[in-house]
């Protein structure tokens, strides 16, 4: 590790610090409870509640929640508990894989542009403008389209979305640590581009990419609902939050179970990914807030 | 100031061009011949053969784009698989509705947004603020279908006042559309209200410490006067510019809205069409959706510019 000494306003956090922005703030700490809660549900939920979440019983059609059925049956008689739990994977996967995506992504397209400049610099650019002139949600849903309903493409698509956001960021931070004089040194040094950039220049702006992709976190997991919710996500049977809202919405007078769990799992998991994203925002950037 | 907005307009000329370029890709994209793509499966030969040739399928792909910006650019988006019809006129149509509901949204947002952000900052660190901040957080974590779907069960399901769905033209029954229109609305405003306050609060912060409104208050103002006079005219800037990313936002949130409340605009349109394989229609309305937002996006500078002369000025 190469701990540059400079005038950056970005000193490393200590663990104090950590733990008193994490813990030590309501809104925070709540932030930390929630995002465990829906890790843990996506670790542990299968044996928390071993109940198949595919299993269809038909002596139990839309049964209301009750002891068996905590949050009920949906129409083909399934456990809504556990059909919750088992969504909830596919949920944060979702949003794992398509925030890291696009933050690896768009943190290289945005070092390339920062540190080199000129038509590179115009080309990339541009083109994240491009992505960026379309409603992301349009963009990410004629994507699935195009490419057919799955897991994969979803997670394509909302990388896609997001990339420019990381891009822009991460050539904004490049500008500006690319022209400072430990930079510098490394040049004259006879250091090789890649290991500046890498080595360098990279570990000075990953504060605010890591920030935004928190806050990121909360809109891929909303999005991904979006996506599963109009049929274009994650395919029944296995079950999303989002393609669960999508059955209830058929059975609202009879059910309305069925559209109160799923839309409180998405709200409560969001819910926690913005407060940890408030809380991660305070910590790197204290002007804020 | 005339430099200003050339310039700006002149650099909507790569955006519009890239654009495009993904909006004529996207139909590439789809496994197979963009001819069957665009006709459906059951077109017959010679309507696929007749397409090609207007395509130009057989020529580069640069004639092939330039042939069909040539047609996009005289109107000709080609035509739905789904009976027919002219993919222009069907944009057109979708166009009102999605409009009358975005105006509402904006309305319904401004409306909670811009009074409970004032507020909210003026009293900074007390439990309204706190209330009104952490309601904002719980606007932005909600997906918008989902507080349709519990305005269904609310409004339609257990107390019978409004229609679940549908659209009744605002001329030939101004009661039925507005009672429509008011839970979709509500839906597409509540997210957008959200993101609203929480900017109109810190921009307030941020104006309500400067110099000059100290001096106001210090030279005697009323505390209301300071806020609304001074204090809040400047802080629209910021709130003006996110109003509009919101606004173009609000583009992509009608797909949803108008998905679970059936209401007939663009976005239902693009995602019917999606279901039906109906790719002209779809490639139509994305591009229409995209350059409709870049045009927001240029009027919210141009708005900015009104609100801020020294952006004129710079």
């Known amino acids: 590790m190469n701990a540059p000494a400079t005038a950056l306003a970005e000193a490393p956090v200590s663990a104090r610090r950590w733990r008193a922005t994490l813990l030590g703030r309501p809104r925070a700490a709540m932030g930390v409870l929630l995002v465990g809660l829906a890790c843990l549900c996506a670790i542990a939920g299968p044996f928390l509640w071993p109940l198949d979440p595919n299993a269809p019983d038909f002596a139990a059609i839309l049964s209301p929640p009750g002891p068996g059925h905590p949050f009920g049956t949906d129409d083909l008689g399934r456990d809504v508990l556990a059909r919750i739990l088992n969504g909830s994977s596919a949920s944060l996967l979702v949003g794992l894989v398509s925030v890291a995506g696009a933050l690896l992504a768009g943190t290289l397209i945005g070092l390339v542009a920062g540190y080199f400049g000129g038509w590179a610099d115009t080309l990339l650019m541009r083109m994240m403008d491009v992505i960026f002139a379309f409603p992301s949600i349009l963009l990410a849903l004629a994507i699935t389209a195009v490419l057919g309903p799955s897991l994969g493409n979803a997670v394509l698509a909302i990388a896609v979305v997001n990339l420019p956001v990381f891009a822009r960021i991460a050539r904004a931070q490049t500008l500006v640590v690319g022209q400072l004089d430990f930079v510098e040194a490394r040049r004259a040094l006879g250091f090789g581009t890649a290991d500046i950039l890498l080595r360098t220049v990279l570990p000075n702006i990953t504060a605010p990419l890591i920030v935004q992709g928190s806050l990121l976190f909360a809109s891929a ?59 991660l925002r305070d910590l790197f950037d204290p002007r804020e807030g | 100031m005339a430099a200003y907005l050339t310039s700006r307009i002149a650099s909507l000329v790569p955006i519009l061009f890239g654009t495009s370029l993904v909006s004529f890709f996207l139909i ?287």
């Open chain 1, 221 to 279: 997991i909303i999005t991904e609902s979006y996506l599963s919710f109009l049929g274009l996500g994650v395919q029944p049977p296995t079950p999303t939050w989002g393609n669960m809202l999508r059955t209830a919405i058929s059975f609202l007078d009879l059910a309305p179970w069925l559209a109160w769990f799923p839309g409180i799992a998405i709200f409560v998991t969001v819910l926690g990914f913005n407060l940890l994203g408030d809380a």
């Open chain 2, 28 to 314: 590439r994209l789809v496994p197979g011949d963009p001819a069957v793509a665009l006709l459906g499966l059951e077109a017959d030969e010679r309507a696929i053969a007749a397409l090609r040739a207007q395509l130009a399928l057989d020529q580069p792909l640069v004639v092939q784009y330039l042939t069909w910006l040539g047609r996009v650019l005289s109107g000709d988006f080609g035509r739905s698989v789904q009976g027919g019809r002219e993919v222009l006129p069907l944009l057109v149509g979708a166009l009102g509705p999605t409009a009358q509901l975005s105006f509402a949204a904006a309305i319904v947002s401004l409306v909670i947004a811009i009074p409970a952000g004032i507020v909210a900052a003026t009293r900074r660190d007390t439990a309204v603020d706190y209330g009104a901040s952490f309601a904002a957080l719980c606007g932005l974590s909600m997906p918008s279908f989902w507080l349709g779907i519990l305005l269904i069960l609310a409004f339609s399901v257990h107390l019978p006042w409004l229609p679940a769905s549908g659209y009744v033209p605002p001329l030939s029954d101004p009661l039925g559309f507005i009672s429509h229109l008011v839970l979709p609305a509500l839906t597409l405003g509540a997210a957008l209200a959200a993101a609203t306050m929480r900017m109109t609060r810190s921009a307030m912060l941020e104006v309500l410490r400067s110099d000059y409104v100290r001096t106001a208050r210090a030279k005697g103002i009323p505390g209301r006067l300071v806020v609304w006079r001074h204090a809040f005219r400047n802080a629209r800037i910021p709130v003006v510019t996110l109003l509009g990313i919101q606004f173009g936002q609000l583009l992509g949130g009608v797909v949803i809205t108008e998905t679970v409340f059936s209401w007939p605009g663009i976005g239902k349109l693009t995602v019917d069409a999606i279901f039906a394989r109906d790719y002209a229609v779809v490639q139509g309305a994305v591009l229409l959706t995209a350059t409709i937002f870049v045009l927001i996006n240029l009027a919210t500078d141009l708005v900015y510019t009104v609100l801020d002369p020294r952006v004129r000025l710079a």
